[in-house]
């Protein structure tokens, strides 16, 4: 008898489960059309010094502060904090969904640079769309000043230097995300005949998410025919990335100072250590503004 | 004894699959934005995509909402939604069950009722009373209503830096316009 009043109260609880449970079962059976790609591979439109897949959205401009602060080697200096600086102040600003367009100024070295950037394919949540994202992106620089000598600077046209890059990302979990960064570089002129006008290098660029706002990120570009009249090295840099609401900060050490592709990626002359002179250090700072 | 327990399960499975669905309206453009006001900035977000059926008969409404669907006036912020606090690759969807309660749907006119049932964010499901306003326009049915929503409630985790920003009580609207559900 007990359990058949038992059963009784299990019974009526289940169909009252079930007809509740019915309703929303007949909802999940209901497609809602939405987008199936795969959002914030990386979190801004660098990693940490070098591209990332991202773009921009349309209608949005970011302002970005960009610094790097090292030691000179052997100098008894009273600097405050740090010997020597480098900064760079860019725009970049999203023309539409896939398309973003970027320009930017250096000081003290009077780098000019200007970039096209365009999101090719989108990795996708579902297994039938694509499992990776490709990002094309073009940047040309034009020199004001000699810094390491290695292009001519008689005339305008041989001050110039433009990057070519396919950016192709994956975003492994929640947290892992690798991008590999094929790159073309084409100097205009050269200032020593043994030195290549153009170079290749591929970049390998790891991120790991922290927590929900702050991510590991690290960089290393390996150039397949470097320089000749300069010894250089792979680009690397190790770094921190924070989001704060409308503001991107990202820390970095690194063994380069100067932020276009061209000049980090192929004319990098120390490798990374800890000691003055080959050690730097890099703030970044971008604020995303909607228009 | 499990046996004829097994044969009602199975008897009221066959009865409830085959009742007939003219009291069950559907809306599949449902309207639910959410606010939150602070003195630093308000957010606003609305879902045009909200689906819902609503059952004459039992009274109950079942709601289910794709978090990724919600449209900012700012791209970064439904970036930072879906990412940093909703989640929306874990949880991709919250949803509602439940009845109204005194559900009159001989009257035509407007009726204030109370809808009490489940809401679920992030996994949590917490009890939730809405007040809202049911209409019959023609064979249709309208409902629309509010409800406020505790960011502690449903685990959604503020960094002390920004918890200025975003209002602890969140504003939730909704309007829904059900039309009958064909087969």
Redesign the interface.
Known sequence: MK??VI?CI??LS??AH???????D???N?D????SYV??TFKGTRISIGHSVET???N?LEISFMSRYWNVPQESSNSFIADRMCTRVGLDYGISDRLTVGFGSGNPNGIFDSYLKYRLVQQS?TKKGSPIGITLLQAGTYRTRSIKGIERRTNFGEKLAFTTQVLIARKFS?NFSFQISPTFIHRTSSNFSIDDHNHFAVGFSPRYKLN??VALVSEYYYVINPLKSLDTYGAFALGVNW????LLLQFKMTNNQIFTEDAFITQTAQNFNFRDGNFYFGFHATY?I?L | ?NKT?LL??LI??NH?STTPSKE?Y?E?QGEVSFFSYTSVENIQATNN?A???F?IK?N?????I?M??FVF????MH??F????I?S??YPEA?F?G?IVDFDSSITTEQTRIIKGDFTLKNITKPVEIKAKISKIDEDYSIDGNLEILIEDYNI?I?A??SP?ISKKIEVTFNFKYKPHEK
Not at chain 1, 18 to 24: E, P, R
Not at chain 2, 73 to 76: A, D, E, F, I, Q
């Open positions: 359990s058949k059963y299990l019974f289940i169909s079930l007809s509740s449970q019915n309703l929303l007949k909802l999940a209901e809602i059309e939405t987008s959002m914030s921009r959205k349309k949005t949540t929640r929900n706002h989001e704060v609401s409308d995303h909607q | 004894m327990l009602i399960l009221f499975i409830s069950e559907i599949r995509q689906l819902s059926i059952d039992t109950e409404v079942a709601v289910r794709l990724r669907a006036k700012k791209s970064l970036e930072h879906n990412e940093s606090y989640e690759d874990l949803t069950s009845t985790n960094p830096l920004l920003n």
